[in-house]
């Protein structure tokens, strides 16, 4: 029988699987499979300069494109560095296969050098781990890792590589088929549930369709769509099943939760039938579980049936992936009588529209306003912050556009890396980061990874000298003591100082100079007739990346907010 | 809240034991007991999980076993006839000829096998339900002040005749 060498199958396994980009960074228990993809042309080895990185941008990759996004990293702290980008991955659902090199196997346990139990690390945060422990398991087990990867709930899976076991010769069989019988992905919809599901929204004077990111991760926005238009019934969406339906459909609320609208929190509290789908009722949405939906009866459509009924207590649970349970529905589904409570949501959206009020500097909105008026079809990445909910809430997300985002992790420094995958797996879509000045310098070194690959991303630092989102908490519920916040902050200040003032240090980043350090451009920007200009110049450049820097005003806050704890209906509005 | 007991098929490799522990860790569910043990199929091995919870923490404690790929499969036992048991060892110093007799009697009473001793000391060996060696362990600490107790965490299995 034909014999190869660990790394030869770890290759053909790749070529089988259809992958044709791997984010790695080399190391010394790597070097084997490094040598073998130096050898194989078909697939393109993109070098981060960080392993955090490296997994946001297998991540924005993988979420932009829905393939599973392959990793591939050395022992020891190649490994360990994964870990934030395996939990974020793990939290938002997302396709990844993490490849970690180890210490051959008669070293393990002995302290060697870049020896870490990787596995061991990540077993809280990943679908699946394991580590090979025999070269003819090699096949199979990258088979079941790219299966459970994308299947079902979809998830990263962590696959640690003795050195040894990847020179050994063995088998060259890739398999063709899985079976693991632990892990049989739930298929089909129960249609004696949907229907009474159904038969619930029928009944209902206020219905209300609450969409989570399992309709986004299902690709099944048009399923939706049509179920609504045919419907009539209103929709509120998770930050991470924004974009599910166009945001400018007449029956599209906006997003609930903590930094949600006004209309949709109150909606979601006063509806009497709350039909949700791909959600898992994270404290962000819910708030105060207790009043949460009080007085609606609740549906929850989920794969994970762990999801369900694990912080809200549903009525009637289904366990289905959104798109197939969308489409099945879509054969039951009639016109509901939903105007006067459309004429009630209307209301409330007049009441308090959401809107940032004119500040000194640049306005984050208007910022956002350009981008949604400039890029049709295009991919927007964000870090985590104020920016983030900013953009959550502005951006207008209609076919062909996306929005990637840390939403249940909430990991720093994640939006610069995704937005390189992305732009990656999406060579001819616009790409445009935002971030704030903290998160960008969490994964700044990326800048040369971008540059490197030429890559045309467009990176919004929304820049108000804090990190803008803990400030805020500690302007509404910590006495206005600003700890440990200020960006801007140097050796003398004072560190009881209650807010920006005139005797302020200047901001110590440069990153117009910064960009230029990585041979990128960098574009400051600040006043608000200098944003389109500033865009137009991102634009022509397209052999790589742009830093437009916007000065904000430092005291931007993100409304309404919810303190946690509070029910949904306890907004602050200003 | 209330004790309950599951079953659990898992595969028999590596770190599963470590996948499931930490599982409870992790959740910060009460477990009150695990033992694990391969089965007549040497790769998959059983465990029988003790938990402490109220109803709905205990739906979602199988329904997270259920979606780990280790796990083959998860059987709640709470309305299952089953045989449960649990090995016990308990040392007790008596070095008073009247105590040793003592001991000797309660472990009659219990059904416990006095497994070894000599003129100071008696090993007890008793394998019966976690409460009674609760109580046998109780009666026993109540009367001697030197004693040792090792438990080996209950495993259990369908009943036949009862099913």
């Known amino acids: 029988m034909k014999q190869l060498k660990g790394t030869s199958l770890f290759v053909k396994a790749l070529k089988e699987e259809g992958v044709d980009t791997v984010f790695g960074y080399p190391g010394g228990m790597v070097t084997d499979?490094?040598?073998?993809?130096?050898?194989?042309?078909?697939?393109?080895?993109?070098?981060?300069?960080h392993e955090q990185a490296l997994i946001h941008e297998a991540d924005g990759y993988a979420r932009s494109t829905g393939k599973v996004g392959v990793c591939l990293v050395t022992s020891g702290p190649g490994a360990a560095n994964t870990v934030t980008g395996i939990a974020t991955a793990y939290y938002d659902s997302v396709p990844l296969v993490c490849f970690s090199g180890q210490v051959p196997l008669h070293l393990i346990g002995n302290d060697a050098f870049q020896e870490v139990d990787i596995i061991g690390m990540t077993r809280g945060i990943c679908k699946f781990g394991m580590i090979l422990k025999n070269r003819e398991d090699l096949g199979r087990v990258i088979k079941e890792a790219f299966y459970i990867a994308r299947t079902g709930k979809p998830g990263p899976v962590v696959i640690d590589l003795p050195k040894n076991l990847m020179v050994e010769m063995g088998s060259a069989e890739y398999p063709k088929e899985v079976n693991i019988r632990g892990y049989k992905p739930s298929t089909g919809v129960h249609i004696g549930q949907l229907k009474?599901?159904?038969?619930?929204?029928?009944?209902?004077?206020?219905?209300?369709?609450?969409?989570?990111?399992?309709?986004?991760?299902?690709?099944?926005?048009?399923?939706?769509?049509?179920?609504?238009?045919?419907?009539?019934?209103?929709?509120?969406?998770?930050?991470?099943?924004?974009?599910?339906?166009?945001?400018?459909?007449?029956?599209?609320?906006?997003?609930?939760?903590?930094?949600?609208?006004?209309?949709?929190?109150m909606a979601v509290s006063e509806c009497d039938v709350l039909y949700s789908i791909g959600t898992r009722f994270s404290d962000r949405v819910t708030s105060k579980i207790s009043e949460f939906a009080k007085n609606a009866q609740i549906v929850h459509i989920d794969i994970d049936s762990a999801a369900i009924s694990k912080n809200i207590k549903v009525d009637i649970p289904i366990v289905a992936d959104a798109g197939e349970a969308l489409a099945a529905m879509l054969k039951y589904n009639k016109r509901c009588d939903t105007d006067e409570w459309m004429e009630i949501i209307r209301g409330w959206k007049a009441e308090h529209p959401l809107g940032m009020k004119p500040a000194r500097g640049v306005c984050p909105e208007t910022v956002i306003e350009y981008i949604n008026k400039t890029f049709k079809e295009s991919i927007v990445v964000t870090d985590v912050g104020q920016h983030q909910m900013w953009t959550t809430q502005y951006l207008e997300l209609t076919k062909g556009k996306q929005l990637l985002t840390s939403g249940g992790m909430g990991t720093m420094g994640y939006g610069l890396p995704a937005a390189i995958g992305a732009k990656l797996g999406n060579p001819d879509k616009p790409v445009i980061c935002i971030s704030g000045d903290g998160g960008m310098q969490m994964n700044i070194q990326e800048m040369a990874t971008a540059v490197a690959h030429e890559l045309p991303v467009i990176i919004c630092i929304m820049n108000n000298g804090y990190l803008g989102m803990v400030r805020q908490i500690q302007e509404l519920f910590y006495s206005r003591h600003y700890s440990s916040v200020c960006t801007c902050w140097r050796k003398g200040c004072d560190t009881k100082c209650g807010g920006p003032s005139s005797k302020c240090p200047p901001y110590s980043t440069d990153f117009v100079k910064l960009a230029e350090a990585y041979d990128a451009m960098g574009i400051r920007v600040e006043k608000e007739e200098e944003i389109a200009p500033a865009f137009e110049k991102a634009m022509q450049n397209t052999k790589g990346p742009t830093i437009i820097e916007f000065i904000i005003d430092r005291k931007d806050m993100v409304y309404p907010i919810v303190q946690g704890g509070k029910p949904l209906t306890d907004m602050i509005l200003e | 809240m209330k004790k309950r007991w599951i079953s659990l098929y898992v595969e028999n490799y590596s770190g599963v034991l470590?996948?499931?522990?930490?599982?409870?860790?992790?959740?910060?569910?009460?477990?009150?007991?695990?033992?694990?043990?391969?089965?007549?199929?040497?790769?998959?091995?059983?465990?029988?999980?003790?938990?402490?919870?109220?109803?709905?923490?205990?739906?979602?404690?199988?329904?997270?076993?259920?979606?780990?790929?280790?796990?083959?499969?998860?059987?709640?036992?709470?309305?299952?006839?089953?045989?449960?048991?649990?090995?016990?060892?308990?040392?007790?110093?008596?070095?008073?000829?009247?105590?040793?007799?003592?001991?000797?009697?309660?472990?009659?009473?219990?059904?416990?096998?006095?497994?070894?001793?000599?003129?100071?000391?008696?090993?007890?060996?008793?394998?019966?339900?976690?409460?009674?060696?609760?109580?046998?362990?109780?009666?026993?600490?109540?009367?001697?002040?030197?004693?040792?107790?090792?438990?080996?965490?209950?495993?259990?299995?369908?009943?036949i005749s009862m099913m």
């Open chain 2, 18 to 159: 470590a996948k499931v522990a930490g599982l409870f860790s992790a959740k910060a569910y009460n477990l009150d007991s695990l033992t694990v043990g391969a089965t007549e199929d040497p790769t998959v091995s059983r465990m029988t999980i003790g938990v402490i919870s109220d109803d709905a923490t205990f739906e979602q404690i199988k329904k997270q076993l259920n979606r780990c790929v280790e796990v083959i499969k998860v059987i709640d036992f709470t309305s299952i006839p089953i045989h449960r048991n649990e090995l016990l060892y308990i040392k007790v110093a008596c070095p008073a000829k009247e105590d040793r007799e003592e001991i000797f009697r309660i472990a009659q009473a219990f059904g416990a096998a006095v497994i070894d001793c000599d003129m100071e000391n008696v090993l007890l060996q008793c394998v019966q339900t976690e409460q009674r060696n609760d109580s046998l362990i109780a009666l026993i600490r109540d009367n001697f002040k030197d004693i040792e107790v090792v438990r080996g965490g209950s495993v259990a299995i369908e009943s």
């Open chain 1, 196 to 265: 009474k599901a159904m038969g619930l929204l029928w009944k209902a004077k206020k219905p209300l369709m609450l969409i989570g990111g399992g309709v986004n991760i299902a690709r099944a926005g048009a399923l939706l769509t049509q179920f609504v238009e045919e419907t009539k019934i209103p929709v509120v969406t998770t930050i991470m099943g924004k974009g599910a339906i166009d945001t400018d459909h007449p029956y599209y609320i906006g997003n609930l939760g903590m930094h949600g609208e006004y209309a949709a929190n």
């Open chain 1, 33 to 49: 499979i490094f040598d073998e993809l130096y050898k194989e042309d078909g697939i393109e080895v993109i070098l981060p300069r």
